[in-house]
């Protein structure tokens, strides 16, 4: 149990379809992560949050629309996704994104397929 | 361009026996170099860091190694088990940017009973 749950755990949606991803950590952390993992690829980061401001948006399009209302949770809602977006998306948290902020803890992710 | 590479795919090694893997680098920036561990239809979990003003971090049967001037690391398991297999992660970060890291692409190590 790494203290970092998301849902859904699998997630099918067509191109024309809005879903969200859910993520919630009970670390007591204050900086929280998304992260894309495609086939063959590296883990790719897409967003960061500190004290619920973003402070990273990794050149990602505006079809992913990251929410964070408070320490503990993150969101990333989708929209208009396209099929090459099916990935693994990974949250993640740490104490905070300063020096000294500790490791990141990851969720097992949610494996989304756009149809 | 691949800032950190693994540049093995995958390894397969004997139980007991030392599991070596390697990591690259190119940024002369990053100063601090962590191994996460996957298993299937789980997150990464954090295995070991090293700071570059160490060579050399040990925790229990895991040892990273770090050659600055080679701009290389390596994780080593000694002994080996059959729950190390897993996908294993290097991951480099650059001062004050604890918040960006940067992975490779993994390696899947295979520990044979």
């Known amino acids: 149990e790494t203290g970092v749950t998301q849902t859904p755990r699998h997630l099918v949606m067509g191109m024309t379809n809005k879903k969200s991803l859910k993520c919630e950590q009970h670390?007591?952390?204050?900086?929280m992560y998304w992260y894309k993992q495609s086939a063959k690829k590296p883990l790719e980061l897409m967003f960061v949050y500190n004290f619920k401001e973003q402070t990273e948006n990794n050149s990602v399009p505006s079809r992913f629309s990251p929410e964070c209302p408070n320490s503990s949770h993150l969101f990333l809602h989708l929209h208009t996704l396209q099929p090459e977006d099916s990935a693994l998306y990974l949250c993640?948290?740490?104490?905070?994104?300063?020096?000294?902020?500790?490791?990141?803890?990851f969720g097992p992710g949610t494996r989304l397929t756009v149809t | 361009d691949q800032q950190v590479k693994q540049n093995s795919p995958s390894l397969s090694v004997q139980e007991g026996r030392i599991s070596i893997l390697n990591c690259d680098y190119t940024n002369s920036m990053f100063d601090y170099f962590l191994w996460y561990k996957k298993y299937p239809a789980e997150g990464p979990t954090f295995l070991i860091s090293i700071s570059s003003i160490k060579d050399k971090n040990e925790d229990g049967r895991f040892t990273v190694f770090l050659n600055k001037s080679a701009k290389h690391l390596s994780l080593h398991i000694v002994p080996s088990q059959p729950g190390d297999s897993a996908v294993y992660f290097c991951a480099a970060s650059a001062e004050g940017a604890n918040s960006k890291l940067t992975f490779g692409k993994g390696i899947t190590l295979s520990v044979r009973p």
């Open positions: 993640a948290s740490s104490l905070h994104t300063g020096t000294g902020g500790g490791e990141q803890y």
């Open positions: 670390l007591g952390h204050n900086a």
